[in-house]
Nanobody, 118 residues
Framework: QVQLVESGGGLVQPGGSLRLSCAAS????????MGWYRQAPGKQRELVAA???????NYADSVKGRFTISRDNAKNTVSLQMNSLKPEDTAVYYC????????????WGRGTQVTVSS
């Protein structure tokens, strides 16, 4: 059974930091591209950051220079370090696992709430 479990969300003041983690089980983690997405109320889910199986990263323009995605294949985890948080970063953050190719698979976590407010 595949599970992606996010943790680390919460309430933080503007300018603060949070670190999200996603623990994966039931997949060959090192072969998957991993990503963090977010969905704010009334808005579509959007890509925040992604990291390939080889370690290449990409970020949404809105978070470049503030957020950092990383993965630990030994621990089957992917993390998102979020600094200089803004109220507009408030959303539910989801972890996603993608395996490309002819046996493509996609899995989602249930999400963790991040609220940036004073």
């Amino acid at each position: 059974q595949v599970q992606l479990v996010e943790s680390g969300g919460g309430l933080v003041q503007p300018g603060g930091s949070l670190r999200l983690s996603c623990a994966a089980s039931g997949i060959s983690f090192s072969t998957y591209a991993m990503g963090w997405y977010r969905q704010a109320p009334g808005k579509q889910r959007e890509l925040v950051a992604a990291i390939t199986s080889g370690g290449s990263t990409n970020y949404a323009d809105s978070v470049k220079g503030r957020f950092t995605i990383s993965r630990d294949n030994a621990k089957n985890t992917v993390s998102l370090q979020m600094n200089s948080l803004k109220p507009e970063d408030t959303a539910v953050y989801y972890c996603k696992a993608d395996r490309p190719g002819i046996f493509a698979r996609t899995y989602w976590g249930r999400g963790t709430q991040v609220t940036v407010s004073s």
